[in-house]
């Protein structure tokens, strides 16, 4: 790891204020994502500013009936609250679809929005990725490519985001609280929080500089069957080859997808035709994806996997 | 010479070269200035003056030379590092010590000893759930928090419904898939836990 100093926040606006001062800082949370990328100085902050010790760890109902869920809320502790796995099930599911119970246990809510791509090239130093290195070239293009994205890539990055969480969150329609160093606030739709990598894959946030997520909000419970299923390699603890995270409701159905794009995928105009089965969704989330040779399998078994969810539902 | 002595040697020549080697390369920041942390081990007050890069799991080791936690992949993928942190199990090797002033930390040292087993331990011995061993403090110490969390409702990825956490063999499986044993002493690991659950309940 390289060298870095560390201090200890005492509240949400001291800590935004602390790493805008310093050049090279970084909140540090949890740390599952970003000490693991610091030992393998893909990451290399020479600041560290803990934010385990300024609040935002509580779930509370707000005064409309939406939900907040500090940015310190462990994974656990987010997945286990008895009125997520009642009136956001899918969201608990999602969760529980994700990474082990240790490392459940320690992440929190905002840096599962905010971790890092695992595309083996990304990590892999010896070679050229755009996201880690802007300019040096993709090595996923013509490497192994078969768990990478189909849909929102660009001709420089072809990574997904590898967050279960975040599906669950996109389909929910959730906002994405902050507070920037100046001590102003803003409210972040969930659907332009993560970008698209274009031709800008290391810029991955709508976040600005030393800008801090406080928390994320959900709409009023919305009734209904929610789902979440995740194909991956194996039966736990992998990242998703396919995810979709449905919302059957009286108000129409949700449907976010994992697995497939630099950012939870969802496409509304596609949710109209819940009603005609799984075909007629995939068709349009599917429009315009651009799998490669070894991807290309991830396309039908979105359908399946629609048409399976939408059976049960 | 033992081989713990071997290994640090080995170590010791390892330092080296990589200095030689950064004094050719790029130079590399200094060091940083240490930096005091207590950690609460076992219910004993440890102080420590620590680089901040220190992990838990390095400050255990190498710091308080509690060598039961083991390194595996010093990645958060393998378990073998699990310890528990105010009784919630972690990965030691993703932490960092600085980050756990104050806090009452857990090890496999903490949970019994030769003669005055715990439970999970005597069931381990009792089944065959080791061949090799290496990974077996990480399992003994996610397996107790495992069990906990089950009995504080916590529910998983195998729970049918939600709201109804309890104990099965399914739920052991999925509860400890954060912590893999090569050697796949997979069934007796189970056995083991089944048996300190039956006695439990």
């Known amino acids: 790891m390289k060298a870095f100093t560390y201090e200890r926040a005492t509240s949400p606006a001291d800590a935004a204020a602390a790493v805008a001062a310093t050049p090279g800082a970084r909140f540090i949370a949890g740390g599952t994502n970003l000490l693991d990328l610091m030992k393998l100085r893909i990451e290399t902050p020479g600041h560290l500013v803990d934010i385990n010790h300024i609040g935002l760890d509580r779930i509370e109902v707000m005064a409309d009936g939406r939900l907040r869920i500090g940015a310190l809320v462990r994974n656990t502790d987010l997945a286990a609250d008895k009125r997520v796995r009642r009136d956001y099930a899918v969201l608990s599911r999602a969760l529980l679809a994700g990474a082990s119970a240790q490392l459940r246990n320690k992440a929190t809510t905002a840096g599962n929005l905010l971790q890092r791509t695992r595309c083996h090239y990304f990590y892999d130093a010896t070679k050229p990725c755009n996201k880690r290195v802007p300019g040096s070239g993709c090595a996923a293009l013509g490497g192994i490519n078969r768990n990478l994205g189909v849909l929102g890539t660009s001709d420089q990055c072809i990574a997904t985001h590898p967050s279960d969480m975040a599906v669950a969150m996109r389909a929910l329609d959730a906002s994405v609280e902050t507070v920037a160093p100046d001590g102003t606030t803003r409210a972040i739709p969930i659907a332009d929080f993560h970008l698209l990598p274009g031709t800008t894959p290391h810029i991955e946030t709508a976040l600005q500089p030393g800008e801090l997520i406080t928390g994320v909000v959900l709409p009023a419970p919305l009734g209904g069957r929610h789902v979440y299923r995740k194909v991956r390699d194996r039966a736990s603890y992998a990242f998703a080859v396919v995810s979709v995270a449905a919302v059957v409701a009286p108000g129409g159905t949700r449907l976010a997808f994992g697995g497939l794009a630099p950012r939870p995928w969802r496409v509304e105009a596609a949710e109209t035709q819940a009603e005609r089965g799984g075909e007629a969704v995939a068709e349009v989330v599917l429009a315009g994806a651009k799998p490669t040779e070894q991807n290309r399998f991830k396309l039908p078994l979105v359908t399946r996997l629609l048409t399976s969810v939408l059976a049960d539902s | 010479m033992t081989r713990r002595e071997a290994i640090a040697v080995g170590g010791a020549a390892v330092a080296t070269a990589t200095t ?120 003994i110490c996610s397996a107790v928090a495992m069990l906990d969390e089950i009995k504080a409702g916590i529910p998983s990825h195998v729970t049918a419904d939600l709201m109804q956490v309890s104990f099965s063999d399914d739920e052991v499986r999925e509860r400890m898939s954060g912590n893999i044993c090569r050697c796949a002493a997979y069934p007796n690991i189970v056995a083991a836990i089944r048996d300190v659950q039956s006695a439990k309940s």
């Open chain 2, 20 to 139: 030689a080697q950064a004094a050719g390369g790029a130079p590399e920041a200094p060091a940083p200035a240490l930096v005091e942390v207590t950690l609460r081990v076992n219910g004993r007050a440890q102080p420590l003056r620590i680089d901040p890069r220190v992990t838990l799991l390095d400050a255990l080791r190498e710091h308080l030379h509690l060598t039961g936690t083991k390194k595996g992949c010093d990645h958060g993928q393998c378990g073998a590092c699990t310890v528990t942190v105010e009784g919630r199990r972690i990965n030691s090797c993703l932490s960092l010590a600085v980050m756990h002033d104050g806090d009452s930390i857990g090890t496999i040292e903490g949970l019994g000893r030769p003669g005055k087993l715990h439970p999970m331990q005597a069931a381990f011995v009792a089944h065959d759930g080791f061949q090799c061993g290496y990974c077996t403090p990480g399992q």
